[in-house]
């Protein structure tokens, strides 16, 4: 079991920037792929990123490319989600996930998900 909790998140304006943190339990974080997702008010929950086990690997949205950066710490179990120059389309809540399978971000069936956090970008 994989217990993943989210931090950094709240209100900026439109141009700002927000650092999302995830940290996980567990002593097998570097088996694991990483990632974010979100969900903004009556949509659907879609991938933002994704990072391999070793970090040497990453996927970003189209929709993020350029302004959002994903890295991990493995000495610390942490994943996070730097955002840079944030629209008002970005406000929603931020998922993480993990799953020993990078196929599962985009296939479905994560194995592990955080409580989500939200985040509001104001124009």
């Known amino acids: 079991q994989v217990q993943l909790v989210e931090s950094g998140g709240g209100l900026v304006q439109a141009g700002g920037s927000l650092r999302l943190s995830c940290a996980a339990d567990?002593?097998?974080?570097?088996?694991?792929?990483m990632g974010w997702f979100r969900q903004a008010p009556g949509k659907e929950r879609d991938v933002v990123a994704s990072?391999?086990?070793?970090?040497?690997?990453?996927y970003l949205a189209d929709s993020v490319k350029g302004r959002f950066t994903i890295s991990r710490d493995n000495a610390k179990n942490t994943v996070y989600l730097q955002m840079n120059s944030l629209k008002a389309e970005d406000t929603a809540v931020y998922y993480c996930?993990?799953?020993?399978?990078?196929?599962?971000?985009?296939?479905?069936?994560?194995?592990?998900w955080g409580k989500g956090i939200l985040v509001t970008v104001s124009s």
């Open positions: 567990g002593r097998t974080f570097n088996s694991y792929t």
């Open positions: 990072i391999s086990c070793c970090g040497a690997s990453t």
């Open positions: 996930a993990a799953d020993r399978s990078a196929t599962a971000f985009f296939n479905g069936g994560i194995d592990y």
